[in-house]
């Protein structure tokens, strides 16, 4: 049987990961989690945010 590594998915994202990706800088990022234009959760005591 031939079987290939699978590939990880993260399923959430740090605020600077979706930064990089949306080309926004860390501040607005923030800015939209705290108007509630991102969807977000807390994980301890950082924020995640849904890939959506």
């Known amino acids: 049987m031939d079987r290939s590594p699978a ?3 993260p399923k ?3 605020p600077a990961e979706v930064a990089a990706i949306l080309g926004y800088g ?7 989690i705290a ?3 991102l969807r977000s959760v ?4 950082y924020r995640r ?3 959506e």
């Open 35 to 37: 108007t509630g234009e």
């Open 42 to 45: 807390k994980d301890g005591k």
């Open 26 to 32: 860390l501040s607005k990022v923030k800015l939209k």
């Open 7 to 9: 590939q990880v998915v």
């Open 12 to 14: 959430w994202h740090y």
């Open 49 to 51: 945010i849904l890939p």
